[in-house]
T-cell receptor, first 114, second 109 residues
Framework: NAGVTQTPKFQVLKTGQSMTLQCAQD?????MSWYRQDPGMGLRLIHY???????DQGEVPNGYNVSRSTTEDFPLRLLSAAPSQTSVYFC?????????????FGQGTRLTVV | GIQVEQSPPDLILQEGANSTLRCNFS?????LQWFHQNPWGQLINLFY???GTKQNGRLSATTVATERYSLLYISSSQTTDSGVYFC???????????FGQGTTLQVKP
């Protein structure tokens, strides 16, 4: 079982470059989300989606775009990378709804912006 | 106010010791989960525990939803238990997980 797969695992960008962090899940989960983790800050929600075609902002959305064209994929786009976006990024999915909400995380992407 | 609060923030144990980690959560958070973030940064699911008690080997967890708290018990700790333990729950039946700040555990040999 693959679960939640993130690519790449590591990335170094120059300030101003753009890139897309990929996230795919094979559990047919409705909800997917992106978090960033900075030292001493815990995990903070960037964007989330409650289903294909539906996205919304989280706690720290500035500088990031998302779209959800399929149930399986939820890419995160950095349009113009800034050093403040140096962080570890986690993608998560959960079934959604009022029942089982157990979330599963990908292995993370460590991004450095120089 | 703080929606998910963990204590203690840091914990140092000698190998073989037992410990209890606590997570308090507000009315807007439910369906608690416990995660272990290992030294390589991976987030490992430990327990999905909206209420009641679950056990998995040396680890167990109890959530008392009516009193808005959850406890994670680690018995006979090992050095591989080191890392950060997070509790989290979705906000009001959304997919938005609210995380506590974590408990950093160091188990010394």
């Amino acid at each position: 079982n693959a679960g939640v797969t993130q690519t790449p695992k590591f990335q170094v960008l120059k300030t101003g470059q753009s890139m897309t962090l990929q996230c795919a899940q094979d559990m047919n989960h409705e909800y997917m989300s992106w978090y960033r983790q900075d030292p001493g800050m815990g995990l903070r929600l960037i964007h989330y989606s409650v289903g294909a075609g539906i996205t919304d902002q989280g706690e720290v959305p500035n500088g990031y775009n998302v779209s959800r064209s399929t149930t399986e994929d939820f890419p995160l786009r950095l349009l113009s990378a800034a050093p403040s976006q140096t962080s570890v990024y986690f993608c998560a999915s959960n079934p959604g709804g009022a029942g089982n909400t157990e979330a599963f995380f990908g292995q993370g992407t460590r991004l450095t912006v120089v | 106010g703080i929606q998910v609060e963990q204590s203690p923030p840091d914990l140092i144990l000698q190998e073989g010791a037992n410990s209890t980690l606590r997570c308090n959560f507000s009315d807007s958070v439910n369906n608690l989960q416990w995660f272990h973030q290992n030294p390589w940064g991976q987030l490992i699911n430990l327990f999905y525990i909206p209420s009641g008690t679950k056990q998995n080997g040396r680890l167990s967890a109890t959530t008392v939803a009516t009193e808005r708290y959850s406890l994670l018990y680690i018995s006979s700790s090992q050095t591989t238990d080191s890392g950060v333990y997070f509790c989290a729950g979705p906000k009001s039946n959304t997919g938005k997980l609210i995380f506590g700040q974590g408990t950093t555990l160091q188990v010394k040999p």
